[in-house]
């Protein structure tokens, strides 16, 4: 059974750091994505990686603070979040593919597979 599962979120006080991973099990995921649901509004795009590494994109309001890597050994794709603000607080969910030769950001509506979730939540 195929299975993503995110770990490393928690409470934070603003300007802290928290580095999430998201780890996959059954198969080798191809393009990966982080994207994040505040309450009462929608899912966010946050990064994008694809299979290699080689290309990552990042949404305007994270970009220079936080970074998304993988380590396709561990199958663990990490994003660390640095210089939080209260505005970063929402539920973190990973998304993969299975296209391993594509270098375009994923989408959420092209996520195949998606994690449980994990709370971020930063303090003033």
């Known amino acids: 059974q195929v299975q993503l599962v995110e770990s490393g979120g928690g409470l934070v006080q603003a300007g802290g750091s928290l580095r999430l991973s998201c780890t996959t099990s059954?198969?080798?995921?191809?393009?990966t994505g982080w994207f994040r649901q505040a309450p009462g509004k929608e899912r966010e795009f946050v990064a994008a990686?694809?299979?290699?590494?080689?290309?990552?994109k990042y949404a305007n309001s994270v970009k220079g603070r936080f970074t998304i890597s993988r380590d396709n050994a561990k199958n663990t794709v990490y994003l660390q979040m640095n210089s939080l603000t209260p505005e970063d607080t929402a539920v973190y969910y990973c998304?993969?593919?299975?296209?391993?030769?594509?270098?375009?950001?994923?989408?959420?509506?092209?996520?195949?597979?998606w994690g449980q979730g994990t709370q971020v939540t930063v303090s003033s």
């Open positions: 998304g993969a593919d299975l296209k391993t030769g594509w270098n375009t950001p994923i989408r959420s509506y092209e996520v195949d597979y």
């Open positions: 059954g198969r080798t995921f191809g393009r």
């Open positions: 990686i694809n299979w290699s590494g080689s290309s990552t």
